[in-house]
């Protein structure tokens, strides 16, 4: 596991998109499996300038989000497949055919979890996966006890989780209940992945994730065992650290 801490957010967004976009260099028709949320913003929106400029194409990359939530309906401006639309199709000229979520409003859900699975592994694996990390140590939506050789699969946010994601959703709004998300046991297969985190928010969790017991209490501490692994921090996510 690599650690590299950085002065602040900016550099944390453009240290991670400078990575993704020497991969997409090497492998343009690389497997790039993508988080929400906020973490990777800067991240996202460094590509896209990236893009614009010129520097980088992201014409043969083929993404696969992490998570989705249960049960929104179509369209919903918080529902991932939106964000990922809005954040990275359209902005890096990515192909929609080539990017996929979770189908959280399937019929038989289940299936839709399978699907999931099946795809990943058609697509010949993930190749960079780019992580955010919950304020108690989940990816993904693995949540803290989540079996830590999970597959895809509906998992129960944790109350936790449903607070710290309020802030995407409308005042008033209820926060989905549930979320298909990849299990540990299928982020441990990209072959390559970089975990993002900024604020003070983040320390408690980045430091049990990076110091702590590998445990599914934190399981964001599963990545001691992966062999390819960068963490990326500002200092104020890296302040809990020994
Ligand atoms: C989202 C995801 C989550 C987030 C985590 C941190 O696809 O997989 O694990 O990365 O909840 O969220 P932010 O970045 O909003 O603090």
């Known amino acids: 596991m690599e650690v590299v801490i950085l002065a602040d957010p900016a550099a944390v ?30 991240t996202y929106r460094e590509l896209a300038r990236l893009h614009a ?29 939106l964000v990922v639309e809005r954040e990275l199709t359209t902005p890096l000229g990515l192909d929609p055919a080539n990017v996929r979520t979770p189908d959280g409003s399937a019929a038989d859900i289940q299936q839709a979890c399978l699907d999931y699975e099946h795809a990943l592994a058609a697509s010949g694996g993930v190749d960079l996966q780019i992580l955010g990390i919950g304020t108690n140590g989940h990816i993904g939506f693995n949540e803290p006890t989540s079996s830590l050789a999970s597959r895809t699969r509906v998992k129960a946010l ?16 209820d926060v989905p209940t549930h979320c298909i998300t990849q299990g540990l046991g299928t982020i441990m297969e990209a072959r390559e992945i970089v975990l993002v985190a900024q604020g003070e928010a983040k320390a408690a969790a980045v430091a049990a994730a990076i110091e702590g017991p590998v445990s599914s209490m934190c399981p964001a501490s599963l990545l001691q065992f992966h062999p390819r692994t960068r963490i990326v921090l500002d200092e104020a996510a890296a302040s809990g650290l020994t």
């Open 13 to 42: 967004g453009s240290h991670t998109a400078e990575l993704v976009a020497r991969r997409a260099a090497e492998t343009p028709d690389m497997v790039l499996g993508i988080a929400t949320g906020s973490s990777p913003l800067g």
């Open 53 to 81: 400029q010129g520097d980088v194409t992201f014409d043969g990359v083929r993404c696969f989000a992490l998570d989705e939530y249960v049960g929104l309906p179509e369209r919903h401006p918080a529902s991932y497949a």
């Open 158 to 173: 944790s109350q936790q989780t449903r607070m710290d994601n309020a802030r995407f959703f409308a005042k008033g709004e």
